[in-house]
């Protein structure tokens, strides 16, 4: 037997969950048991077709009319299953990319072009397939990871495209007032009285929280709590 550590009884499969090595195991050991694909996928918890794509995957081919029928080997579905599974990783974006990138590169060094200008131009001209170019963002990432024979420190503009999060504010976001940033600098400074800064607490019971309203001068740190009815605008006010 190929895997001598095989499995009948298993945890609850989650949905689209891929076979193990010991439930290959087991589907090899109950298969030439004489169970059928479907007694076979209750006890290891999947579909019937599962078992049946497994058994057509670990099953050799047969080779003439004579001699033994192959059987299936769990052996054999796993290194067919780890064959499969590498080539079907998405394949890097430049890989399709080697003329271009090499042009882009030549432009930069000999003419002094920006990255930009190099996919505009190979564009406008259609000097290479729409297929086998790359966008500039994808270029500045590229150098980023160190895929490319391009340095971050040639590239002025590279700091500026750093990638970040969107910084766009929401169309639809609520207004709460004025942000905190637009406080005179005096605030800050701590120099003056008269500066106050609220907040509000809200006890955790739900249904019954406790509201409290708390108020801090800048300069004296003079400390104010008091008890409000709610935690709306109105309450506040």
């Known amino acids: 037997m190929d895997y001598q550590n095989y499995i009948t009884e298993s945890p609850e499969r989650k949905k689209g969950q891929h076979l ?20 076979i996928a209750r006890e290891i918890g999947c579909s019937p077709s599962t078992v049946s794509n497994e058994l057509r995957r670990g099953t050799p081919p047969r080779k003439g009319g004579r001699g033994r029928i192959p059987g299936y080997s769990a052996k054999r579905g ?8 590498q080539r079907s990783r998405r394949q890097h974006r430049i890989d399709g990319c080697s003329d271009f990138l090499r ?17 505009g131009y190979a564009r406008l001209h259609e000097l290479f397939p729409a297929n086998e170019m790359v966008c500039t963002h994808t270029l500045y990432n590229e150098i980023w990871a160190g895929n490319l024979d391009l340095s971050v420190t040639e590239l ?11 910084s766009k504010p929401r169309e639809n976001k609520k207004g709460y007032g004025k942000s905190i940033s637009e406080r005179p600098e005096i605030a ?9 800064e609220g907040d509000t607490v ?9 509201v409290i309203f708390s108020l801090l001068e800048k300069k004296t740190e003079n400390y104010i709590a008091i008890r409000i009815p709610g935690k709306d605008a109105g309450s506040v006010l």
């Open 188 to 196: 800050a400074l701590r120099t003056e009285e008269g500066h106050w």
């Open 156 to 166: 002025p503009e590279a700091m500026k495209r750093r990638q970040h999060k969107s």
């Open 78 to 85: 796993e290194a067919v299953y780890r064959s499969n599974r």
């Open 20 to 39: 193990q090595r010991e439930e290959r195991g087991a589907i090899q050991h109950l298969k030439r048991q004489g169970y059928s694909n479907r007694a």
């Open 103 to 119: 042009w882009v590169i030549r432009q930069f060094h000999e003419h002094k072009w920006s990255l930009d200008a190099c996919v």
């Open 202 to 210: 809200v006890g955790k019971k739900a249904g019954k929280e406790a």
